[in-house]
């Protein structure tokens, strides 16, 4: 299994998954292009995966706007000479419960989780067409883009509707030689989690710390999941070897949901 000397770009890259996707692949030898918004913290992943003896490069782009994903993935092109794979991991989360969600709620989180993934298709297909090659997109969906969970009901949406695109663009590519897939995380450590459980705290009383306790405390395999852990799979998706699957939403969740 190897992606050694392709270029990969990766979207929200600065921290948690992304992070750990992007130092996965680079210890398999990619060339990165590492897309954010927090553009120290990038900084800092570029040298970290430089480290590693591959080329990085940077770009500070909002993944809601399509002109910036057009943007940032023709200077993953130009600078690193060639573009192989995307990696749509960029992603925020809400809590709120569905009797208080409103326009601007919905607007905010299907721009990023669900726009921004469509931007990455349209800009890696279009560079994979004009290259006249094959590549590989892949997409963070989500355990809540297979199930609804309560309180994450619109983020739960956004992930549904990642495995949607996921579907439909396996199906428009596939004569062109390219594979489109989602990664589908459980329960993972990152910010992300710090700022789900927090809400939660708000607005339901719980203790701190306990959503995540109790969601991790439901978990087969008995541990909550590292960035390591997804990229794992990512790593997999991004490589030769995964060149017979496509259109496929993939749970790497340590036994949550069963599909
Ligand atoms: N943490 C978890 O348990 C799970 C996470 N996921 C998904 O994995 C992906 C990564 O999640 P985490 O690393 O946990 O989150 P995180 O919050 O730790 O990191 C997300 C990164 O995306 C960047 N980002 C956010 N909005 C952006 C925008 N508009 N343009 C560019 N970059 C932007 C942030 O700056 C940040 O660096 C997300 O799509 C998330 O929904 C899926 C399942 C479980
Ligand atoms: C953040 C996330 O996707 C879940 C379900 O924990």
Same mark, same amino acid.
Not at 245 to 251: E, K, P, R, S, W
């Given at each position: 299994?190897?992606?050694? *000397? ?36 990038? $900084? ?12 990085? %490069? ?23 000479? *060639? ?22 709620? @919905? ?8 726009? *921004? ?6 800009a890696a297909a279009r560079t994979f067409q004009a290259r006249?090659? =094959? ?7 989500? #355990? ?14 956004? =992930?549904?509707?990642?495995?949607? @695109? ?22 993972? *450590? ?26 991790? $405390?439901?978990?087969? @395999? ?22 017979? #699957?496509?259109?496929?939403?993939? @749970? %790497? ?7």
């Amino acid at each position: 299994m190897s992606v050694k *000397g392709k270029v990969i770009l990766v979207t929200g890259a600065s921290q948690g998954i992304g992070r750990g996707i992007a130092l996965r692949l680079a210890k398999d030898g990619a060339n990165l292009a590492l897309v954010d918004l927090k553009a120290e913290k990038l $900084e800092a992943v570029r040298k970290e995966v430089e480290a590693l003896g591959v080329k990085a %490069t940077t770009a500070i782009a909002d993944v809601s706007k399509r002109d910036e994903v057009f943007a940032a993935v023709d200077h993953a092109e130009k600078t690193l000479g *060639g573009f192989d794979v995307i990696v749509n991991n960029a992603g925020i989360a809400q809590v709120k419960p569905l009797s208080e969600v409103e326009p601007a709620d @919905l607007e905010r989180i299907f721009r990023i989780n669900v726009d *921004g993934v469509l931007w990455g298709i349209q800009a890696a297909a279009r560079t994979f067409q004009a290259r006249k090659q =094959k590549g590989k997109i892949i997409n963070a969906s989500s #355990i809540a883009g297979h199930d609804g969970f309560a309180m994450l009901g619109v983020y739960s949406a956004t =992930k549904f509707a990642v495995r949607a @695109l996921t579907q439909a663009a396996a199906k428009e590519y596939a004569s062109q030689g390219i594979t489109v897939n989602a990664y589908c995380p459980g329960i993972v *450590g990152t910010d992300m989690w710090v700022e789900i459980d927090e809400r939660f705290s708000e607005i339901t009383g719980t203790p701190k710390g306990e959503t995540y306790k109790k969601y991790v $405390e439901g978990i087969a @395999l008995g541990r909550a999941q590292t960035p390591a852990d997804v990229a794992a799979l990512v790593a997999f998706l991004a490589s030769d070897d995964s060149d017979y #699957i496509t259109g496929q939403a993939i @749970l %790497t969740d340590g036994g949550i949901v069963y599909r």
